[in-house]
């Protein structure tokens, strides 16, 4: 299917429409409504040009988060790994509380492990907490 339309390929979520018109074998007879990989239903859907987005995006998380410099970005690495390892044999993209888990997981622990102060609250700090402003 992928190397019949391979730059753009058939659309996001439109793949298994196109596989049970045209691909489906006699003898396959469940009808399922998404492949059972997020990797295939993402090349299917978007083409070479999506799937090497995909793959570049994972690539570069895991990347990034390759030293385990404390605790929360090992456990970003190993969240990143597990939901490829499952996308690998189930379909998690479009799956809602999968992919929001995902990105509330991913999220608070970025936000762990890079703890930046904010520029305004140190602005905050320094005007009216440091300088004890509010003394009479």
């Known amino acids: 299917m992928v190397l019949d339309r391979p730059l753009i390929g058939y659309g996001i979520n439109q793949g298994h429409q196109i596989y049970l018109n045209q691909y489906r074998s006699k003898a396959e007879t469940q009808g ?8 295939v239903e993402v090349a299917v859907g978007t083409g ?10 994972w690539c570069f998380m895991f990347w990034k ?3 385990f410099e404390n605790t929360y970005i090992m456990m970003i ?3 990143c790994f ?3 390892v499952v996308g690998s044999f189930d379909y998690t993209i479009d799956l809602f509380a999968s992919f929001t888990t995902l990105w509330f997981v991913l999220g608070s622990l970025v936000r762990l ?4 102060e904010d520029a305004s609250i140190k602005q905050f700090k320094q005007k009216y907490v440091d300088n004890k402003a509010f003394e009479s």
């Open 32 to 39: 399922l409504p998404h492949f059972h990989s997020s990797h």
């Open 48 to 57: 070479f040009i999506g799937f090497i987005g995909y793959i570049f995006f």
């Open 65 to 67: 988060h390759r030293k």
């Open 77 to 79: 690495f190993c969240v």
């Open 82 to 84: 597990a939901f490829n």
């Open 113 to 116: 492990a890079y703890p930046k």
